[in-house]
C-alpha cells in the first residue's frame, strides 16, 4: 500500500501540474479538496482521467467519487480493491 | 476625458521590457521554461499559474508586471476596472494539444484541464479571479496588433461605468508569445504627476514596435 501511496503522489502532481508541490509535501491522509491540496473541480475531473489512464479503472458510479477521492489514501484503497495496483 | 497609460509590459517571445526597462532572464529556447523563469522574477507567488496554458501563463505574467510597482489595483475600484485584450492566434495552441488527445479513438484521453483553456477569452478570467476584478471585460480577435480597435473599445467602457482598466495584445502560437498590455486611468493631477503616456494609436503602436 505504501508503495502504492508514493506512485500515486507523484502521479498527481504530474497530472495536475503541483509544480510547487512534492511528494513529501502530500499527507496520504489529508483532505484531497478544501483544506487539503485545495484541488478544484477541474482537478477532480483530471483524478478520474489518472484513474482511467494509468489503472484503466473507470467510475461507474459518479456519486462514488466523493469518497475514492477523499485522501490518496482513500484513492489507493479504491485502486488495491479494483485489483489494479 | 482624458485617458492615459500608466504602465505597461512589452513580451515578444524571450523578452520583456517594464516601462521601457528591459528584464534581464536567463536566455531560454523552451516557451515553458521562460514561463517559470518570469514567474519567480515577478515573485508572482501563485500556484494555479502552472495548470495555465501558454496564453494565459503569458497574460499572468505581462499584466502582474505591469501591475507591480504602483498601486494602480489599490486606487481603482474592482467593479469599475475593466479587462480589454486582443490576440490573432485565439486559443488555436491550446486548441491543438486537445484536437491531439481526442484524435486516436483507441487512445481518447481528453484533459479536462487543457480543455478549459480552448477559448481566448479565458485568460481574462484568469487575470479577473487572481486580482479579484469584476469590471467589464471584451476579447477582440483580429489579423495583427490594432491600437484603434483596443483604444476604440476601451472609450466605449469609459464612456460607461469604467474608470480604469488593464488592455492589450496577448497572442501565443506554435511557441511564439507577442504581448503588449498596459495599464489604462484617467488623467488626473495625482496621476500625472508620474510619469504617463497618453492613450493614443501612436503611442500604443510605438509600445508595441
Known amino acids: 500500500m505504501d508503495a502504492l501511496i508514493e506512485k500515486l503522489k507523484g502521479q498527481i502532481i504530474e497530472q495536475l501540474n503541483l509544480a510547487e508541490v512534492k511528494p513529501a509535501d502530500i499527507n496520504p491522509d489529508a483532505a484531497l479538496f478544501g483544506d487539503g491540496l485545495g484541488l478544484d473541480s477541474i482537478d477532480a475531473l483530471e483524478l478520474i482521467v489518472l484513474l482511467e489512464k494509468y489503472y484503466q479503472i473507470k467510475i461507474k458510479n459518479p456519486a462514488d467519487g466523493k469518497t475514492i477521492f477523499e485522501s490518496v489514501r482513500s484513492m489507493a484503497t479504491f485502486i488495491q480493491s479494483q485489483g489494479k495496483a | ?209
Open chain 2, 1 to 209: 476625458m482624458e485617458l492615459i497609460i500608466t504602465s505597461y509590459c512589452r513580451i515578444k517571445n524571450n523578452r520583456i521590457v517594464v516601462k521601457g526597462v528591459e528584464v534581464t532572464l536567463p536566455k531560454q529556447d523552451v516557451p515553458s521554461y521562460f514561463f517559470a523563469d518570469a514567474y519567480k522574477h515577478f515573485e508572482m507567488n501563485y500556484p494555479k499559474f502552472h495548470k495555465m496554458d501558454n496564453l494565459s501563463k503569458l497574460g499572468l505574467i505581462a499584466s502582474d508586471a505591469a501591475l507591480k510597482g504602483n498601486d494602480f489595483l489599490q486606487r481603482n475600484k474592482a467593479e469599475t476596472t475593466a479587462i480589454i485584450m486582443a490576440n490573432k492566434a485565439s486559443s488555436l495552441d491550446t486548441d491543438r494539444i486537445h484536437q491531439q488527445s481526442i484524435n486516436d479513438k483507441d487512445h481518447y484521453l481528453p484533459s479536462p484541464a487543457t480543455f478549459v483553456y480552448t477559448l481566448p477569452n479565458i485568460v481574462i478570467g484568469e487575470m479577473a479571479i487572481k486580482h479579484k476584478l469584476t469590471g467589464e471585460n471584451l476579447f477582440c480577435i483580429c489579423d495583427a496588433f490594432d491600437a484603434q480597435l483596443l483604444i476604440d473599445h476601451t472609450q466605449i467602457t469609459f464612456d460607461q461605468e469604467t474608470k480604469s482598466a488593464i488592455c492589450g495584445w496577448v497572442d501565443y502560437d506554435n511557441g511564439n508569445a507577442d504581448s503588449l498590455i498596459y495599464l489604462v486611468e484617467i488623467a488626473s493631477d495625482s496621476i500625472k504627476n508620474t510619469n504617463f503616456i497618453p492613450l493614443n494609436a501612436a503611442a500604443l503602436d510605438q509600445l508595441y514596435k
